[in-house]
């Protein structure tokens, strides 16, 4: 079934529709946190997602005012974009040093330069779609399958040198998601219909999305904990700050006076902060130096805070 007239099965319109708020809320989100290059990796992957579902499922359109040429290779460039970003996004998300080669040399080797071969410049002279797609997909296909492997292949390692539940679940999960991917070249070079395309290029997405979940669910538990444990770090020195200011026998605002010195403020700032003067705020010091048994701000600060 068709959406509004176009060439666009109504199966690809609630993915994209589905994939474009994802997008929306991720991108939202990485907004609040910009440091979390891991959430980047996966906006630009969801990104190249949309532009396949969009340029491959809906072009070629003769109500488009565009040569049919060119609508052909932008709807192939946005497949074979989104399989050169495939290597890279594992490699940089999952750390996978031995995709590495894959990562910065094969896809432009195996994929970007057979697609500027066969469909930038060999459809562009001859017109021939099917030639272009019978000798510009061979080459990704034979690379997709050596993917697999090699990424088979250090998934595996990385599971024996630790193996418990946590890691044999994502080494699943992994395997499981690169495989569609990789069947993409596949189903397009056999002609197969729209709606297998799109369910077996989303499928890989929509297991990848598992596993960022799940890897940014444990991510934020992480530093959750972290930040109970700074909170209770912080906790501990404000007690050990008034048991040490009771074991010396200061005042309460002797007391006072030690915490705003901690916070770096001069005498004056002090004064202003206890609607005092400013030769009391001295006079104080010098007092709790005399209890403590300490010449400078310094040495008090540190022999209050063991």
Not at 172 to 186: D, E, G, K, Q, R
Not at 235 to 247: G, P, T, V
Not at 277 to 290: D, G, L, P, Y
Request: aromatic share 16%.
């Amino acid at each position: 079934m068709l959406v509004f007239g176009t060439e666009m099965e109504l199966i690809t319109f609630i993915f994209v529709l589905f994939e474009s708020l994802i997008f929306f809320f991720q991108f939202i989100y990485y907004l609040s946190r910009p440091q979390d290059k891991k959430r980047l990796l996966y906006l630009i992957l969801l990104l190249l997602l949309l532009f396949y579902n969009v340029g491959a499922n809906l072009l070629p359109d003769p109500n488009i005012p565009l040569p049919i040429i060119l609508q052909n290779i932008i709807a192939y460039s946005s497949g074979f974009v989104m399989a050169a970003y495939i290597p890279y996004y594992f490699y940089k998300a999952y750390d996978l040093q031995k995709l590495r080669f894959q990562a910065k040399y094969g896809i432009f080797l195996f994929i970007v330069l057979p697609f500027i071969i066969f469909f930038v410049i060999g459809y562009t002279l001859d017109g021939n779609l099917i030639h272009a797609r019978d000798r510009g997909l061979f080459i990704p296909m034979l690379y997709g399958g050596y993917f697999v492997y090699v990424i088979f292949k250090e998934v595996y390692k990385k599971l024996r040198e630790n193996v418990n539940n946590e890691n044999i679940i994502n080494a699943v999960i992994v395997c499981c998601a690169v495989l569609p991917w990789s069947m993409v070249p596949v189903v397009v070079y056999l002609d197969s219909s729209q709606l297998v395309e799109v369910l077996v290029c989303n499928t890989g997405f929509c297991i990848m999305t598992i596993i960022f979940i799940r890897q940014s669910i444990k991510d934020s538990k992480a530093e959750y904990k972290l930040l109970l444990e700074m909170n209770k770090g912080q906790l501990l020195q404000e007690e050990r700050y008034d048991l040490n200011c009771k074991r010396y026998n200061l005042t309460v605002r002797e007391t006072g006076i030690v915490k705003l010195i901690d916070k770096g403020l001069k005498y004056k700032s002090i004064a202003e902060e206890l609607f005092i003067s400013e030769r009391t705020v001295s006079k104080h010091v010098q007092n709790i130096f005399i209890k403590v048994g300490v010449s400078n701000k310094v040495e008090l600060i540190n022999k209050l805070s063991e």
